[in-house]
């Protein structure tokens, strides 16, 4: 194939971008809103409604790691030499991963009700794009290989626990096994996205990114293929129970649906070769169908898209400040949420509906900051603007 020159956005990436960074806030909403007393993936109590709430939201880390990369490529194809791509690439890491410690974790104010510090996807985005600046020195063929290898092999050291390395367990957490690590009598370390897994998948992505230069209609049977080919990979391997999750499907007590749940129910922390299989197969797939595709609500996806760590770094705070004033009226007192089951206050009771209404008014209400600024970034080429 030869690729032609970029000379506009793609619509359909940022229209994905922007789906599943409001889709995000919907988890977001329900940790706030809606705790319960088990995890969603818990099929012995969970809803199917609560379960499905959960796992909607899988997708986003994935495709904001995959749509990544590809914009590294495109970023790079618009011009910039590997020299220039390997600093942004670097600069930018660095950035996320100081946003994650300081603007982030002051969003969600843990250091209010616990000492501890987490890290999650913004680090993880800012790691693998430091991996990703020195990765993009090797031949595009070199690169797509150690992504395949980082996603496909990586349950192989599921047996490799952080505690067989003593004092060095932490470096073993932060690559492959989420974990709490003190630092001190009174403060920690919450490792929640371990990194090898999505080092890979931002590494696939940028890969991927010559299909996005091709002719519209070369690259959407190119994505529908790698798309399908991708999800019926995630099918046969999940049915066999071999290999590719630590965590096998089961036949439920609870009838045949759950059992069918079982099978959706992958392993996230650290992202198993099956869950991003599920999550990044149909995100795939679904990239040439959302191209050309009209309308209000799909204008307004690609504008969430267009600004998705403006957004990010925006609705913490907004949804913690929402729910401190519903907690403060409702039940006279904030943060119980952080606290576990034994600190909620008499006569909470869960509700999913609930979660699900506020997530809408906050998404809505947020639509015309992210407009703003997604104007502001178009209107003002300064590169300081694509750091947010």
Known sequence: M???PVSRRIDSIDLLRGLVIVLMGLDHVRDFFSPYPFQ???LEQASAALFLTRWVTHFCAPVFLLLAGVGASLWQAKGRSRRQLSAFLATRGLWLILLEITVVNLGWLHFLYGSYVFIQVIWVIGCSMLFLAGLIWLPRWA???IGLLMVAAHNLLDGVQASDFGDWGLLWAILHEQFWQPLGDSFGLIVVYPL???LGVMALGYALGPVFRQRPEARRAVLTRVGLATTAAFLVLRLVNLYGDPNPWEVNGRGAVYTGLSLLNTTKYPASLLFLLMTLGPSIWLLPRLENLGGRLSRALVTFGRVP???????VPVIHLVAAVYSSAR????????QGPQSWPAGYVPNLALAWV????VTVALYPLCLWFAGVKRRR???LLSYL
């Not at 039940?331 to 952080?338: I, K, L, M, R």
């Open 40 to 42: 969603p993936e818990n």
């Open 143 to 145: 690169t797509a290989s």
């Open 331 to 338: 039940y006279g007192g904030v943060g119980w949420w952080a």
């Open 196 to 198: 090898i897994p999505w």
């Open 381 to 383: 080429k300064s590169p």
């Open 309 to 315: 760590l403006f957004f990010y770094l925006v609705h």
């Open 2 to 4: 030869s690729p032609e």
């Open 358 to 361: 506020i997530w809408v008014l």
